[in-house]
């Protein structure tokens, strides 16, 4: 399901560069359960990794590495992209974050059920959201795919370009 926070109000709703609000009820329970994460897995989710953490899941669109240096920028001084790298490296080792090759770019995969089972994320062309998208049959399919072939996966993803259901209503589908 996608966030309801959007990317361009993040500043409003997580106070980064001004204090406006709180986080919502939503990214407070989801910023508590990757929290749990790192305790079990005995690291600490610092300040830094839980801001970056806290603006890709707001985010309703993927974000690159610049472009979260640049959404966490406060008092004109912009976090160093090798900070923002090395903070999504860590949330992608704690599977808390995920890195969509064809994008470039990260999303929060706080959303997701927390299984290790096979994934598509289903990106959108016209409006940049993702979605992703399991189930048995699929998990199953490329379980026996593998199988088959005798290799072992790194990761179980599966991107897909397109256009949601939104975006063909508002004719950027088919052509």
Do not use: W
């Amino acid at each position: 399901m996608p966030h309801t926070v959007s990317y361009k109000n993040y500043e409003h709703h997580t106070g980064t560069r001004a204090q406006a609000m709180a986080p919502s009820k939503e990214t407070a329970q989801a910023l508590a359960r990757a929290e749990t994460i790192c305790r079990a897995h005995g690291v600490r989710l610092t300040t830094i990794r839980r801001t970056v953490l806290e603006a890709l899941y707001s985010s309703q669109k993927p974000l690159g590495a610049y472009e979260l240096a640049d959404l966490l920028a406060s008092n004109a001084r912009r976090m160093a992209p090798i900070t923002v790298y090395r903070a999504l490296d860590f949330l992608i080792e704690q599977g808390l974050a995920h890195r969509l090759a064809s994008r470039n770019a990260y999303i929060s995969t706080l959303h997701d059920d927390g299984s290790q089972e096979a994934t598509a994320y289903l990106i959108c062309d016209g409006c940049g959201t993702v979605e992703p998208a399991s189930s048995a049959a699929f998990a199953g399919a490329l379980s026996d795919l593998l199988s088959r072939a005798d290799f072992e996966p790194r990761a179980k993803v599966l991107e897909v370009a397109g256009h949601c259901s939104r975006c063909q209503g508002h004719g950027h589908g088919r052509h």
